[in-house]
């Protein structure tokens, strides 16, 4: 019956060693870190790595609920998992330990307003694009792509395939520049 950490921050500029030194304090024998985005459990390859090997009687540690899932539909999966291998989840920043009724209760709150918070977020953010777009100051992302280059390459005869792997882009990107002239 082991103890393990799992901290993680949304961006590589952020810092995980405030959570790290949490988990350890808290007993964690071995933490798995990683600077990935917690709104889906795509690209989390050391919570993946840590969920296949707990085993029952461990304990899995968190310093908030919402480095584990900013989804309740993925919270509530990666609860469950915990569930069917007899994992106990254990928050040091809330009381959330799914050994107590209590706790499940808790974690579930704290799953659907950690949830809340992102749809929030996202909304904010629709709000100020489209603000930005009335003004006309929002133009969307930059263009990385040369399509003069793109025009002039097509021009000269060559093929979408040729122009993509000479410029290393992809083909669908040459091909939307070029339904564009």
């Not at 304090?25 to 933490?31: F, M, N, W």
């Not at 998992?81 to 209590?102: F, H, M, N, R, Y």
């Not at 990385?144 to 083909?171: F, M």
């Amino acid at each position: 019956m082991a103890i393990y950490g799992y901290a993680r921050v949304s961006t590589t500029d952020q810092d995980l060693s405030i959570q790290q030194e949490a988990l350890a304090k808290a007993g964690c024998e071995i933490i798995r870190s990683e600077k990935v985005s917690g709104t889906s459990r795509q690209g989390r390859t050391e919570l993946e790595t840590l969920l296949e090997f707990l085993r029952k009687g461990d304990t899995l540690v968190v310093t908030r609920i919402d480095r584990l899932a900013r989804s309740i539909k993925d919270l509530q999966d990666i609860v469950l998992s915990l569930k069917d291998k007899g994992v106990l989840l254990k928050v040091t920043e809330q009381p959330i330990d799914t050994a107590t009724a209590a706790g499940k209760a808790f974690l579930d709150m704290l799953g659907v307003f950690a949830e809340f918070e992102t749809n929030l977020r996202k909304e904010r953010q629709l709000e100020g694009i489209a603000k930005a777009k009335a003004k006309g100051i929002y133009k969307g992302g930059v263009k990385t792509i040369a399509r003069d280059k793109v025009k002039e390459l097509h021009s000269n005869g060559k093929t979408p395939t040729q122009i993509a792997n000479e410029l290393d882009v992809s083909r669908m990107s040459v091909y939307r520049i070029l339904k564009e002239a």
